[in-house]
C-alpha cells in the first residue's frame, strides 16, 4: 500500500526567507502523481504544486517549488520569500494511477512564517 | 472560476442521529470523493463515486455509512446512526480529467 511521510510536524521561518519542507513516499506504482496541499486556518485545502512522476523536470509555481528525487522516493517543497500568508498546514499528497485516484496524504507540516 | 462547495458549512448532532452532507462537485466532473480529517490528524480517504456507483471505499467506510448522488449536480454523503468519533471535517472533491482534484470548504460535524 502506499504511505506518505512528513517528518517534520512543525517549522518556523522568517518573512522572506527561504524553507523547504520534506516529503517522502513509497509505492509499487510506476504511474503515480505528488501533490503539495495546503490548508490555512480556514481548514480550506489548497493545491499548491503538483509533479507528475513521468515529468523529470521539477516543477514550480511561482514562490513554490519541488524537488523530485524519483530514486530516493522523496518529494521536498520549497518556499522562496515566505510571507506572513504562507501560514498555514501543509500535506503532501500521493495519488497511484488506477487506484481509482484517491489521495495518501501526509500526516502534514505546520508552517509559521514569522513577520 | 468554478468550484465544489458543500453544505453545510458546521453541523451538530445528537449521538445515534443520522446526518447528510452534502456537495456539488464541478459541473463537468465525472469522478467524486469523500474524505475525512479528525482534528489534529491527517486526511484520510472514505470514499470514491463514478458512474452513479462506488468505485472504492476505505476501512473507514462501513454499513453506517452511503454515499448517493440523486441528481445531476449534488453528491451526498449520509452518516446513519454517528458516532463520537465521527466528530471530524468531512471534505467533498472532484477530480478534473488531469488527476487534479479540487475541493470543497468542508462541513465540520461535531456530534455531542
Known amino acids: 500500500a502506499q504511505t506518505v511521510t512528513q517528518s517534520q510536524p512543525e517549522m518556523s521561518v522568517q518573512e522572506a526567507e527561504t524553507v523547504t519542507l520534506s516529503c517522502t513516499y513509497d509505492t509499487s506504482e510506476s504511474n503515480y502523481y505528488l501533490f503539495w496541499y495546503k490548508q490555512p486556518p480556514s481548514r480550506q485545502m489548497i493545491l499548491v504544486i503538483r509533479q507528475e512522476a513521468y515529468k523529470q523536470q521539477n516543477a514550480t509555481e511561482n514562490r513554490f517549488s519541488v524537488n523530485f528525487q524519483k530514486a530516493a522516493k522523496s518529494f521536498s517543497l520549497k518556499i522562496s520569500d515566505s510571507q506572513l500568508g504562507d501560514t498555514a498546514m501543509y500535506f503532501c499528497?500521493?495519488?497511484?494511477?488506477?487506484?481509482?485516484?484517491?489521495?495518501?496524504f501526509g500526516k502534514g507540516t505546520l508552517l509559521t512564517v514569522n513577520p | 472560476e468554478p468550484e465544489v462547495t458543500q453544505t453545510p458549512s458546521h453541523q451538530v448532532t445528537q449521538m445515534g442521529q443520522e446526518v447528510i452532507l452534502r456537495c456539488v462537485p464541478i459541473?463537468?466532473?465525472?469522478?467524486f470523493y469523500w474524505y475525512r480529517q479528525i482534528l489534529g490528524q491527517k486526511v484520510e480517504f472514505l470514499v470514491s463515486f463514478y458512474n452513479n456507483e462506488i468505485s472504492e471505499k476505505s476501512e473507514i467506510f462501513d454499513d453506517q455509512f452511503s454515499v448517493e448522488r440523486p441528481d445531476g449536480s449534488n453528491f451526498t454523503l449520509k452518516i446513519r446512526s454517528t458516532k463520537l468519533e465521527d466528530s471530524a471535517m468531512y471534505f467533498c472533491a472532484s477530480r478534473d480529467s488531469y488527476n487534479e482534484q479540487f475541493f470543497g470548504p468542508g462541513t465540520r460535524l461535531t456530534v455531542l
Open positions: 499528497a500521493l495519488i497511484e494511477g488506477g487506484s481509482n485516484y484517491k489521495l495518501t
Open positions: 459541473s463537468n466532473h465525472l469522478y
